[in-house]
């Protein structure tokens, strides 16, 4: 039954403090006592097909089932009325046997005393953290890796960029302007700047030169051709 309902099958997985208690042999039988008159027959007959036809029918599987069944839902109706008799008092079943004398309110009381200050093993709170606890870890390694790929690609993009820059000054594609000065008066421009273009450009002007200045260190081919095209005088 726990299997089709979606839970699990192993007894291991669950915990019932009211469960810790076996109830009185003496208080189970008084529940379905035919049970105990059944169970001897069935064992015999049981005992004379295995030998008379090498195994047990369907039949005979089905009643086995049946009275295994029963005697567990007995032990399990024991330990529950236990614990509810208090929130019920009032419910008729509990005027009659074997809901009343001196066995079922010893059993009761050790029931109830054990329900409310049970706690859980620690092992059944661990297996049950787990299943969360991965899937929080899952999720967040998700997150992660999609934060890093996302750094990555914006990281690949910048390094391209960067590529693509080197790449074009070192094939000449960045145009470079040099400004000449001729004759007396303020350096004037005679002409806008030109477009860019794929190929270095000099633009000139007719005022006088100021006064050299002195070459920037680490760049001798621009001081150099500052030196060619400046002239003092006409």
Known sequence: MRIV????ASPEDYFLARAAHEPPYVLQKQLWPWIEQWEPRFEARARRQCSAEGGLDDDDLAADGFLKLMRRLRIVLLQDLAVLQPR????????YAPFNGPEWDEFAVAV???AVGATEPLSLLVQRALPELSGVLESTREAVLQNS????IRLEARLEGIQDGLDALLQGKVPVTFTGHFGAGPAVSLAPAP??????????NTAPAPAPEPPVPGMPVVAALAKVFTVRDI
């Open 195 to 204: 477009a860019p273009s794929t190929a270095p450009t000099l633009n000139f």
């Open 5 to 8: 309902a979606g839970f699990s």
């Open 149 to 152: 790929q996302r750094l990555a």
């Open 112 to 114: 109830r005393s054990d």
């Open 88 to 95: 019920y008092p009032s419910l008729p079943f509990f005027a």
